[in-house]
């Protein structure tokens, strides 16, 4: 199983994350804002960076996030600990650039990442720290309960489930509406 597929949308492009996407992830991540709500504050700093870079690396499963028009990197995300007996997969360490917050691009690699992994997992973990009230209330959106039939590996940290059989009606629901819109 590939949990570093390269998986496109309608303005994004999720590729694996190589060693060469340093500079660029890092000028991505050096905002502070960005981590103000995470429980790594300093993640913006160069040490600090090289160690959220060098555990995506060594997860096998990260995911650099691309503009899909001009290419340029607005971020990351990952899948962690597949769990193939219990049918489960955890997203995390996901961030984007100030500048794609609020839209429609933290929904969109969200989506692409969803539908990936349900082709072959029956749930989907995310984890969210206590503090981090902007990705709870985008969790929240996307369907995700906090629950606490997994332990978080961080303590602070919220879990949040989707299950397949959830996203699948939600995704069904979203697409009657679609259609009723359409002429």
Not at 34 to 49: A, K, M, V
Not at 67 to 78: A, E, L, M, Y
Not at 121 to 147: D, T
Request: charged content about 25%.
């Amino acid at each position: 199983m590939n949990w570093q597929p390269t998986l496109t949308g309608s303005s994004l492009q999720l590729r694996p994350l190589v060693e060469e996407d340093f500079d660029a992830l890092y000028a991505a991540a050096s905002d502070p804002f960005i981590w103000e709500q995470h429980p790594d504050r300093e993640r913006y700093t160069l040490d600090r960076f090289r160690m959220y870079f060098r555990s995506g690396m060594d997860t096998k499963g990260a995911l650099v996030v691309c503009d899909g028009k001009t290419g340029q990197v607005i971020g990351s995300s990952r899948f962690t600990n597949h769990d193939s007996e219990k049918s489960y997969v955890l997203v995390g360490f996901t961030f984007l650039t100030r500048e794609n917050w609020g839209g429609e691009r933290n929904l969109e690699l969200k989506t692409l990442m969803l539908n990936y992994a349900f082709q072959f997992v029956e749930a989907v973990y995310f984890l969210v720290g206590k503090a981090n009230l902007r990705s709870q209330r985008a969790m929240a959106k996307i369907g995700g309960r906090i629950v606490t039939d997994l332990k978080p590996a961080v303590a602070g940290d919220l879990v949040f489930k989707i299950n397949k059989s959830d996203w699948d009606q939600r995704s069904a629901n979203s697409q009657v509406f679609m259609d009723r819109l359409s002429p």
